[in-house]
């Protein structure tokens, strides 16, 4: 089980972890996305009084020729934070910070999607947009193959695993259950999670955010999972089809409604809602996955619970169409819809903004 | 000591660290569970509430994707979970809860598989004549090949014989699960009552009762999902399969123990006589309700040897388990306490096993639909 990047002996860590720490030496994870638009980096800086709000963390910056972001003769580039969380694997009152990122003329970077989705957000504010993201992922051993799998083959067919429980419907739960709890000590509104259909692949829901909230609890609960999947020798992936075949893709599906949704006969909204996505679906798919809907073309095919990337289509209770209204939603003629376009490894920045844009403010 | 075959494994000592990570009163881990589309395999899925809830109505009705449990289509696959049971989480710990839940269509009807809706009602309907259930489920453990857990590979250990109740490596195999479920039962309020080693080795029983009408099927249901999940932990696999290995080898019952307040009286003894006579005369429809597929299941194991009845004939008797029912040597004495119905599958609902068996001892020919 332990191989090339596994130090083994965890219990040795927990003696210096266990040191007593100054209040004048508190530790900062700075987290940013690179310039694939999904990969995550981080760097650690030591502060001198306990940040409260983002902004009590000074203004960083760092290499961006090595983090695909920009050129060597012109790479520092800025990190500017942007919400704080409680640090799980530190403790005590150290943090981790979400930053934005900005090129040396302080324009923001290429995959830097939140400036403008944070700008949408401000103008949408009246409305009190909600979000709930469900971030399907595979848990893959170290060489590549999804975990519990046997080496050089293939599970039963799916059917016994969602929602599974069982050394042979389900594997890698311990990740899910660290995470988990990870999230919450974090004060990420981590909201659920399950086995998904595909044996290795997890779910978890992150929700509900109000605005510019969703992308960053989501971005951080994301990070919290590529660490811990790391304390655990374990490789997670966002890939949306990792394993062609008779096997799930992942998905993000985003749950969305306004406060007019929310409300008595809010049913119609939904649907004024729906009736402006249909009229943009090529638009949404570009936003949808980080190639501009290449990644997600392996996922959407009209299958395993997918709607195809070609059409637009909205039903209650329907899991292959692109938006579907929960029957619960129907009955009580209000609440919220499902898009179930977004790729696993999309950026809810960009998700959440074109939602916004094309059902309220009609671009 | 046998080689193992465990897939994905991984340390339990990292998971230590964030399992003791503190939290907050106002974020409440609930594990709902329930039963899929098959009517043995068991499902779950987790979610956050604000409040500790304190009883099962504090959790809100939620709703799966059917079509993913063998349970609904993909057009139409939205299905309601409504907690019914609530249970402390040996897992999780703190305030942390596990919930039971009844599958309901999108319509609002009782899914194929929930064979509670109906024994909750029966069970109101009789409840003052106090029946009381005990059941002795037998499972198997299986290494993640399939193999029993424990066996040679590619061979068999000597014949049955010293296993039973045995202690020893070379008599039981697969023991830390048991010991691990039990105190997992006593931790979340599950109604254990005892447990052993059985006649195969790498089978086990334990007993959960004695439980009053629908707490019956509540905590069996409740120990099976503890149960699958322990093992999981351990990396092993449980089997309710009544024959998991044809030959001369034990299969696995879930022998089910049946009194009324009647009965466990002073003279009780014609009361239970009276039982065993309406009984004999409903054997088929008995052994329809006692596994999930009809009686198909239960004819791999009730063949008339390995200590089960035949299952084409009724037969009752005082400390016979050769017998459909076992009228046990301490009751005949004392002249009034319990039967043993010995025919339930492993792999039966308890609550049709409990509601039928109520039915026909105390509803008579009441047809299904009046309730």
Request: charged share 25%; net charge negative.
């Amino acid at each position: 089980m332990t191989h090339g990047n596994d130090t083994g002996n965890k219990q040795l860590m927990e003696k210096y972890l266990g040191l007593a720490q100054p209040d004048d030496g508190i530790m900062c994870e700075y987290i940013w996305i690179d310039g694939t638009g999904e990969g995550i980096r981080s760097k650690c800086r030591t502060v001198y009084e306990e940040p409260k709000k983002p902004t009590d963390c000074p203004i960083w910056n760092f290499d961006g020729s090595s983090t695909y972001q920009a050129e060597g003769s012109n790479s520092d580039m800025y990190l500017y934070p942007c919400a704080i969380f409680s640090d799980p694997f530190r403790g005590g009152k150290n943090k981790l910070v979400l930053c934005e990122v900005f090129k040396y003329n302080k324009k923001p970077a290429e995959t830097n999607r939140r400036k403008s989705c944070n700008e949408v957000m401000e103008r949408a504010k009246a409305t009190v947009p909600w979000f709930g993201i469900e971030q399907e992922y595979t848990l893959l051993d170290y060489d590549g193959h999804p975990f519990g799998w046997p080496k050089n083959g293939f599970p039963g067919p799916q059917g016994p695993y969602y929602c599974g429980v069982g050394a042979n419907k389900v594997y890698g739960r311990d990740i899910v259950e660290a995470h988990y709890r990870a999230c919450l000590y974090a004060g990420v509104q981590i909201a659920g999670c399950n086995a998904e259909v595909m044996p290795a692949q997890w779910e978890f829901q992150v929700g509900p955010c109000e605005g510019i909230k969703m992308g960053d609890h989501l971005w951080i609960a994301r990070y919290i999972l590529h660490r811990v999947a790391e304390d655990f020798g374990i490789v997670v992936t966002l890939d949306p089809k990792p394993m062609e075949g008779d096997w799930n893709g992942a998905g993000a599906h985003c749950n969305y409604s306004t406060e007019a949704m929310r409300n008595d006969g809010g049913v119609k909204e939904i649907e004024k809602a729906i009736e402006k996505l249909s009229k943009h679906h090529v638009r949404h798919i570009k936003a949808y996955d980080p190639r501009e809907g290449k990644d997600n073309e392996r996922r959407l095919t009209g299958h395993h619970e997918t709607s195809s990337i070609h059409d637009f289509s909205a039903g209650v209770a329907n899991r292959g169409s692109s938006i579907r209204i929960p029957r619960q939603v129907a009955e009580d003629g209000k609440g919220y819809l499902e898009d179930r376009r977004p790729s696993s490894n999309c950026d809810p920045y960009a998700v959440t903004e074109v939602l916004v844009r094309t059902t309220v403010l009609d671009e | 000591m046998t080689s193992r075959v465990v897939s994905g494994e991984t340390d339990k000592s990292v998971m230590q660290r964030y399992m003791t990570l503190p939290q907050s009163s106002d974020a409440v881990m609930v594990e709902y569970f329930w039963i899929d589309g098959t009517g043995e395999g068991v499902r779950s899925k987790g979610r956050t509430l604000s409040t500790e809830p304190k009883k099962p109505e504090d959790c809100p009705v939620w709703n799966f994707d059917g079509s993913s449990t063998y349970q609904s289509e993909g057009t139409n696959s939205d299905m309601y979970l409504v907690p019914v049971a609530l249970f402390r989480d040996p897992f999780r710990l703190g305030n942390n809860k596990l919930v039971l839940c009844e599958v309901l269509k999108y319509n609002k009807v009782p899914a194929e598989t929930n064979n509670r809706h109906t024994c909750v009602k029966v069970m109101e309907k009789i409840k003052s004549t106090k029946p009381w259930f005990g059941i002795e489920q037998e499972y198997s453990l299986m290494d993640g090949d399939g193999y029993p857990l424990g066996w040679p590979k590619n061979g068999y250990p000597g014949p049955q014989g010293p296993y039973y109740c045995g202690v020893g490596s070379n008599k039981v195999f697969g023991r830390d699960i048991v010991e691990a479920h039990y105190r997992a039962c006593l931790y979340a309020g599950v109604k254990i009552c005892g447990c052993n080693a059985e006649v195969m080795p790498a089978q086990w029983e334990f007993q959960v009762g004695p439980c009053e009408g629908i707490e019956m099927g509540d905590h069996l249901w409740a120990a099976r999902y503890l149960l699958h999940r322990v093992a999981e932990d351990f990396g092993v696999v449980i089997t309710l399969d009544p024959k998991p290995i044809s030959g001369n080898w034990n299969g696995a019952g879930a022998h089910t123990n049946y009194s009324t307040e009647a009965m466990r009286k002073p003279g009780g003894l014609a009361i239970m006589e009276e039982a065993i006579t309406k009984l004999s005369k409903k054997h088929d429809e008995h052994i329809r309700a006692y596994d999930p597929n009809q009686g198909a299941d239960n004819s791999r194991r009730l063949t008339g040897r390995h200590e089960t009845s035949s299952i084409k004939d009724f037969s009752a008797g005082v400390a016979n388990r050769g017998a459909s029912i076992r009228i046990p040597r301490q009751v005949a004495e004392d002249g009034y306490g319990y039967l043993e119905d010995r025919r339930p599958s492993s792999n039966c609902d308890p609550y049709s096993v409990t509601e039928i068996i109520i039915r026909t001892t105390l509803l008579d020919d009441l047809p299904l639909c009046s309730c």
